[in-house]
């Protein structure tokens, strides 16, 4: 099952930041957060992945509490083309297979 | 370019017959693993493999058979006693970090 908890909707408006949020209160000590997004019938793209501390890319931020039992996903200025399903998955690093939970769907309004 | 490539994209069988999806990476990565995603839902894993010629059992495995015989192809054998074959088919690639998907492919058994 499934290690995370995310709200399974939300919509932003074009141009704001999404704010994506994420529970993972039973994380362990080497459990990374990863988030992936699924724009309908495609397969899931990488987004955004960390231990402990907040983490940027060109694609989101991520903000990790102290505590690591949950994060936020950040599109910093949500387009129309980041309506997606974003998925939060807590994972060790290495091969592991992940485990995804139903995500949370996310429209971006106009 | 470097990616996992899925053949075909779409794909229809009469039911009671086999069928085989095929995936191919370029991207060196010692694991892959097939994922079986239903309408509005989730992915669940079939399959996985970490290393040639060695694979194990996801949570949906019922059903199908895989091999790993190249480390570049990790094809996926829908039998026919799988009872619902009909759902979206998708496979990834990692190496120690993020992983890759295809874009998938969409079995419809008739």
């Known amino acids: 099952d499934a290690k995370t908890t995310q709200p399974p909707s939300m919509d932003c408006a074009e141009g704001r930041a999404a704010n994506l949020p994420c529970n993972h209160s039973?994380?362990?000590?080497?459990?990374?957060v990863y988030w992936y997004r699924q724009i309908h019938s495609q397969g899931p793209q990488y987004i955004i992945h960390?231990?402990?501390n907040n983490e940027t890319n060109e694609m989101a931020s991520l903000i990790i509490t102290e505590d690591r039992k949950s994060s936020t996903l950040i599109l910093p200025h949500a387009t129309l083309r980041d309506t997606a399903v974003y998925y939060c998955?807590?994972?060790?690093?290495?091969?592991?297979?992940?485990?995804f939970g139903k995500g949370t769907r996310l429209s971006v309004i106009a | 370019d470097g990616g996992i490539t899925q053949s075909p994209k779409y794909l229809f069988r009469k039911e009671g017959q086999n069928v085989t999806l095929s995936c191919e990476q370029n991207?060196?990565?010692?694991?892959m693993y097939w994922y079986r995603q239903d309408p509005g839902q989730g992915l669940r894993l079939i399959y996985y493999s970490q290393i040639v010629n060695d694979f194990q059992k996801g949570d949906i495995a019922e059903g199908y058979s895989v091999s790993r015989e190249k480390k570049e192809s990790f094809p996926l054998t829908v039998t026919s006693a799988q009872k619902n074959p009909t759902a979206f088919y998708l496979c990834?690639?990692?190496?120690?970090?993020?992983?890759?998907f295809g874009q998938g492919t969409r079995l419809t058994v008739v």
């Open positions: 960390g231990l402990k």
């Open positions: 039973t994380i362990s000590g080497n459990e990374y």
């Open positions: 991207l060196n990565h010692d694991a």
């Open positions: 998955i807590v994972r060790v690093k290495g091969n592991t297979p992940l485990v």
């Open positions: 990834a690639s990692s190496m120690r970090g993020e992983a890759f």
